[in-house]
């Protein structure tokens, strides 16, 4: 059996419902000067779009083997991941912990207010390193099994060797629909952190023959002391898990830290022009935390000359911020042509 058959029997669950559409985002092609198409993990079934919802597929695949009754993820309180994983607690009928950290929310709202109208129990830790959150998470795994419970925790992001194979998969299904379409990606660009995302793009990528340019715009500075080893280590380990004889190396791993701007949640350059334009382009909405840093850096690209297309933006979801009045307040004062509009 090859491994793109194994790949293919891998356990999942069905958290999405449907296969995401991608689109040819015309007017926004023309208006940066590259053809650019749009994966839509941006949608599916409420509460769960987004990209940590492939990687909960197999993840929990493997958790609801295990014989789990409760999940315990960590993440900052405007976590997409942990969000997800809430939603599917209850769709799976699961118990759910979560373990936030960053700057103290004053009002329920974004993704936080997502997580409590899931069910999930909310322990908000303040402004920690990761670190300092980890031992948080291995605090309370400890407390809740002492209660009877059989838990099941889930890393900062949902990021895995055995997750990473969700996205796997998913370049598969972008390379069908893309030929449906007459066309091969030249180039994906994501927005990254956890790296869960990326590794199982360069896997499926190395499973198809390397077709593709997989480009990382990653969005949080400090996640790991070594974002293109722990990166590839999720690849390998996801080759590892299917039997792939695959040779990857640090090579493959394309990530760029230059449009993290202020840092994790905070502001870069030309990430509210880059939301305005998708929007009035489109209609089609990406965040100032994660997504809409994907465009900008795809809009900065294009520019310098520095992308081979097509283009398929994976859009990975995480528009609640948008929701967020912090943000909301930014987006809205940053675009002249809302100038004087409120107060």
């Known amino acids: 059996m090859s491994a793109l058959e194994t790949l293919g029997r891998v356990p999942r669950l069905d958290l999405r419902g449907f296969v995401s559409p991608v689109q040819r985002l015309e007017r926004f092609s023309e208006a940066i000067g590259v053809e650019v198409w749009c994966k839509r993990d941006d949608i599916g079934s409420v509460g769960l779009a987004g990209n940590k919802v492939r990687k909960l597929e197999v993840e929990l695949a493997h958790a609801v083997a295990y014989g789990a009754t409760h999940l315990v993820a960590e993440g900052s309180r405007l976590s997409n991941a942990t969000r997800a994983v809430a939603a599917a607690s209850a769709a799976l009928g699961l118990k759910c912990?979560?373990?936030?950290c960053h700057d103290e929310p004053h009002e329920p709202v974004g993704n936080l207010m997502l997580d409590g109208l899931f069910g999930a129990d909310l322990r908000l830790v303040g402004d920690v390193s990761w670190t300092d959150?980890?031992?948080?998470s291995v605090s309370v795994v400890s407390e809740l099994e002492q209660s009877g419970e059989r838990v099941y925790r889930l890393p900062i992001g949902c990021a895995s060797e055995r997750s990473c194979l969700g996205f796997a998969l998913a370049y598969g299904e972008l390379c069908q629909q893309m030929r449906e379409h007459g066309r091969n990606a030249g180039t994906i660009v994501h927005a990254s952190s956890s790296g869960g995302t990326h590794a199982g793009l360069v896997l499926g990528n190395a499973l198809h023959g390397f077709e593709t340019d997989i480009r990382g715009i990653v969005v949080a500075e400090d996640v790991y002391s070594d974002v293109v080893g722990t990166y590839l280590?999720?690849?390998?380990?996801?080759?590892?898990l299917i039997d792939a004889e695959v040779e990857l190396t640090r090579d493959h791993i394309n990530v760029t830290q230059a449009y993290v701007g202020e840092g994790y949640?905070?502001?870069a350059d030309?990430?509210?022009e880059a939301i305005d334009l998708?929007?009035?382009k489109e209609g089609l909405l990406v965040d100032p935390v994660y997504s809409g840093k994907a465009i900008a850096a795809i809009i900065d690209l294009a520019a310098k000359g520095e992308l081979n297309g097509p283009v398929v933006f994976w859009h990975t979801g995480g528009y609640h911020a948008l929701f967020d009045p912090r943000y909301a307040k930014r987006i809205w004062s940053a675009l002249d042509r809302l100038a004087g509009i409120l107060l």
Do not use: K, M, N
């Not at 912990?97 to 936030?100: A, C, D, G, P, V």
């Not at 959150?133 to 948080?136: G, N, S």
């Not at 280590?233 to 590892?240: H, L, T, Y």
């Open 233 to 240: 280590s999720f690849a390998r380990g996801g080759a590892r």
């Open 133 to 136: 959150l980890a031992r948080h």
């Open 97 to 100: 912990t979560l373990l936030l």
């Open 278 to 280: 998708l929007a009035t």
């Open 270 to 272: 030309g990430i509210y």
């Open 265 to 267: 949640g905070l502001p």
